[in-house]
């Protein structure tokens, strides 16, 4: 059953490893040492409609495979992903550069994740009701969709598409996946698992290249049922439009500005740990990641010392490094892009506490690597506190009270996570009730999201929609409602009563 094994790393098309139709190639590069990990195919629209083609044609023996069984090969893959979790996460800290314990993260993710639907195929749960008539049943049950495109982000090369591919098969809808250009390898090696654990031909093809050429070809193909996108607010409010003319349906997992509010009770040990891990962590390119911390006075200075003395510690490095904390980001433009608003946010007023630059001593020189930083002196509305800059910097606010810590909290386009770090009970469920994000979190950063809880944000970070949970079933399902009645007569909803 294995299939030919992706050393060149080709497309996967209705059950064949093949090229780009123009032959052409791009790389992946390892952004802590500028080497090429290996090169792709620049797939572009041709071979987006053979893929999707591919999978219109696989779609109406797939969606007819009980749930159940389609579920058996789903737990298979998960069996497969345990067994070479180190080897893939090896390859991703590579190939997007964070340290290993988080790339080992990224693939329990997707390991759990699959686990976790794969148990959906024996629920799949829809449910009967009365009838208003006699001698009539009523029940409703979940039908799949069609052909779902999936384009995802680089920042969680496998847990991401794990999120959308899995639930999107066991509702019994095929797949045409785009990998982020920036970690293509780990999106083909995650489809080549599922491909060997049984999957038809033309149930799941992978598909590398540009997000403005192969993205942007499923996006617009009629046959795509539905687009499950993760990436930047920009890129996934423009896709929600051409979504909207074509009559699809689109999920949306976009940006993020997430803030923790830690009150003058808090434990800042605690507090401390959590918002080094929750600003630092992944080098702050989570769509989770806490970049602003809002802190009452009393704490302030206390809490700021340490973060700043902490930040300063950070080790950077090769995530392949066991002793490394802070690993790249991923390319230069994104080096780029973090610096660009340090700048900006000095422009403001804002103050760097620590980091504020390029971190580029020894080997470091090779790679993408930005000092963890600190901003003071921010206030509500600079840009630094409303945009998302997606690196390891992060913002210091002060707040008069939980009214105010949260009043700025939620004053920003974004609502994905937020948490809060207090002892009063009374002010950590005040702060649930009048926080509006996806996510909240008590006394714990902004990151950590488990696979069986709904996952995503309110405003501009979403549409709506959520991935994890069995909420997860809905973006990839239609209800079907069934009437069956046995009187052997005419009976009219609603005219009829007696
Ligand atoms: P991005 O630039 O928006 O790209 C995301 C994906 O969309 C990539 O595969 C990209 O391809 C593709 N794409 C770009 N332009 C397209 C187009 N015109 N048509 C179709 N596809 C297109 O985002 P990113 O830089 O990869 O990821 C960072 C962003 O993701 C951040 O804003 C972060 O907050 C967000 N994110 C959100 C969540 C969440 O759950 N809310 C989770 C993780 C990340 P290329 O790679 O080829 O450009």
Not at 362 to 379: E, K, M, Q, S
């Amino acid at each position: 059953m294995a299939t030919v094994a992706p050393q060149a790393y080709r497309n996967y098309v209705n059950g064949a490893w093949v090229d780009a139709r123009s032959g052409e190639t791009m790389p992946s590069i390892n952004p802590a040492t500028g080497e090429t990990l290996g090169r792709v195919p620049k797939s572009g629209a041709e071979d987006a409609q053979a893929a999707i083609a591919a999978a219109r044609a696989a779609f109406e023996k797939w969606r007819k495979v009980p749930a159940p069984r389609r579920a058996e090969i789903l737990y298979r893959a998960a069996v497969e992903l345990v067994r070479q979790k180190e080897d893939l996460a090896r390859l991703m800290t590579q190939e997007m550069g964070k340290v290993l314990a988080e790339t080992r993260g990224d693939v329990q993710e997707a390991i759990d994740m699959t686990y976790f639907i794969a148990g959906e195929g024996r629920r799949l749960h829809g449910y009967t009701t009365p009838s208003e008539m006699p001698h009539k049943a009523a029940y409703c049950l979940r039908v799949p969709v069609g052909v779902v495109g999936v384009i995802t982000p680089w920042n969680f090369p496998m847990a991401i598409p794990s999120w959308k591919i899995i639930p999107a098969l066991l509702c019994g809808n095929t797949v045409v996946f785009k990998p982020a250009t920036d970690t293509p390898l780990v999106g083909v090696r995650f489809a080549q698992i599922l491909n060997d654990a049984g999957l038809p031909p033309g149930v799941l093809n992978v598909l590398t290249g540009s997000g403005g050429k192969v993205g942007n070809a499923i996006v617009e193909h009629p046959d795509v049922a539905i687009i499950s996108f993760t990436g930047s607010t920009e890129i996934g409010l423009a896709m929600a439009e051409k979504c909207a003319r074509l009559g699809k349906r689109v999920s949306l997992e976009m940006g993020g500005k997430n803030a923790a509010i830690v009150m003058d009770d808090a434990d800042l040990d605690l507090a401390t740990d959590a918002l080094i891990w929750s600003a630092f962590g992944t080098s702050g390119q989570r769509c989770t990641a806490c970049s602003r911390i809002i802190t009452q006075r009393g704490v302030r200075k206390e809490l700021t010392d340490r973060l700043v003395a902490r930040a300063k510690s950070l080790r950077l490095g090769d995530g392949l490094d066991p002793k490394t904390e802070v690993g790249p980001v991923v390319s230069q433009a994104q080096l780029e892009s973090i610096h660009g608003y340090v700048d900006v946010g000095k422009k403001e007023g804002a103050r760097v506490l620590v980091g504020g630059a390029p971190a580029r001593e020894g080997a470091l020189a090779r790679g993408y690597f930005y000092a963890p930083t600190i901003f003071d002196n921010v206030t509500p509305g600079m840009r630094v506190e409303q945009e998302e800059i997606f690196g390891p910097v992060t913002d210091i606010i002060e707040a008069k009270d939980l009214d105010d810590a949260v009043r700025i909290l939620n004053g920003v386009q974004y609502g994905l996570s937020a948490s809060i770090f207090t002892r009063d009970v009374n002010k950590a469920m005040r702060a649930i009730d009048d926080i509006f994000t996806g996510i909240v979190y008590v006394n714990h950063g902004t990151i950590g999201a488990e696979v069986h809880l709904p996952f995503g944000g309110t405003k501009n970070t979403g549409n709506g929609h959520r991935e994890g949970g069995i909420q997860a079933l809905d973006v990839f399902s239609e209800w079907k409602a069934v009437y069956i009645d046995y009187s052997g007569r005419l009976q009219r909803a609603q005219i009829d009563k007696e």
